[in-house]
């Protein structure tokens, strides 16, 4: 099943038991949740936070970095309160995960393309204009995913393969990881005419979901 028809079988479910539950009337959310807390204050935005195995930590993304617009993974501990930086800086970065059973986490990132300077600058001199843009996920091709130890260091580039690889996750052992990738659309020229006009209006219908020792290697579909 293509990463689409997943997202609209999803989004079926949830539709359903909305209308259901009648989740949107905040007496409705009470039975769902409760004692709610503001864990991240600073910086513009922040999303995609999960815990450690432990409970004691929470990796997330968060629009902070001085000149850089675009997300960066941090992790914040819970028992001490600071918070750090755990990604490169450089580029934008998503979906963190923390590794069962050892220091690392994963992290998908743009800094290694060539061009994520030019395109933070880019990104700042439109912000600077008062210009927005309308919320919607890029599919950057440049992303990759990379393991690092918690403080940073020790940073390894997990894929290699041209297209998008993001949306990671361990397994409970730790051992291999889960991930999805828009690979199967490139070499982008080599595409049909009728799919490559696909993908400059829809990347999200090539995706498919992959898995991968926790090394990188030996990938299936």
């Not at 997943?6 to 989004?11: D, K, P, S, Y």
């Not at 439109?126 to 927005?132: D, H, I, N, R």
């Not at 595409?191 to 926790?214: C, T, V």
């Amino acid at each position: 099943m293509r990463l689409r028809e997943v997202r609209a079988f999803l989004l079926l479910l949830v539709f359903t038991w909305a209308k259901a539950s009648g989740a949107g009337d905040p007496a409705q959310e009470k039975q769902f949740i409760s004692n709610p807390r503001q864990l991240v204050f600073e910086g513009k935005r922040s999303g995609e936070g999960y815990f450690s195995p432990d409970g004691r930590k929470l990796i997330f993304q968060s629009e902070r970095e001085p000149g850089n617009p675009f997300y960066q993974q941090y992790i914040l501990d819970l028992e001490t309160g600071e918070t750090a930086r755990v990604s490169p800086g450089t580029g934008k970065t998503t979906c963190g995960f923390f590794q069962p059973g050892t220091d690392r986490v994963l992290f998908a990132s743009t800094h290694a393309d060539p061009e994520a300077a030019g395109k933070q600058k880019a990104e700042l001199e439109f912000c600077a204009s008062g210009k927005q843009r309308r919320c919607a996920w890029d599919y950057d091709a440049t992303l990759d995913i990379f393991s690092a130890k918690q403080d940073g260091s020790d940073l390894v580039n997990l894929t290699h393969s041209p297209g998008y690889d993001a949306e990671g996750s361990y397994s409970p052992d730790g051992k291999q990881i889960v991930f999805c990738s828009l690979r199967a659309a490139f070499p982008l020229e080599k595409l049909p005419k009728e799919q490559r006009d696909r993908y400059e209006k829809d990347p999200s219908w090539f995706g498919g979901i992959y898995i991968m020792n926790a090394d990188g290697a030996n990938v299936i579909v």
